[in-house]
């Protein structure tokens, strides 16, 4: 069983940055892939990013290329998105997730085992 518990997320204006946390336990962290979601009920869940468990790959959506990172540190079991530059459309709620299984990163939810409660992200025009 692995818990993964998301925080960072809250209410910022357009242009602006927010760091989100993925803290994991249970189960090896540092030998799975793990990914970041949002979902709207507009749009549904969509894929954000994901990085390879060494951090050697990393795999972005094309709407948050160049202005999303995603990163991990596996001696402290974390994971995290920094996100600059901020749109509206990047409003919604946040997961994280880890996949037990993909060697290497991927954009398919169905792939992932494990997910967290979600954090809110907020971005004011």
């Known amino acids: 069983q692995v818990q993964l518990v998301e925080s960072g997320g809250g209410l910022v204006q357009t242009g602006g940055s927010l760091r989100l946390s993925c803290a994991a336990s249970?189960?090896?962290?540092?030998?799975?892939?793990m990914g970041w979601f949002r979902q709207t009920p507009a749009k549904g869940r969509e894929f954000v990013a994901s990085?390879?468990?060494?951090?050697?790959?990393?795999m972005y959506a094309d709407s948050v290329k160049g202005r999303f990172t995603i990163s991990r540190d596996n001696a402290e079991n974390m994971a995290y998105l920094q996100m600059n530059s901020l749109k509206p459309e990047d409003t919604a709620v946040y997961y994280c997730?880890?996949?037990?299984?993909?060697?290497?990163?991927?954009?398919?939810?169905?792939?992932?085992?494990?997910w967290g409660q979600g954090t809110q992200v907020t971005v004011s025009s």
């Open positions: 997730a880890s996949s037990h299984w993909r060697p290497r990163p991927t954009p398919n939810a169905d792939d992932y085992s494990y």
């Open positions: 990085i390879s468990w060494n951090s050697d790959q990393t």
């Open positions: 249970g189960r090896s962290f540092s030998s799975v892939v």
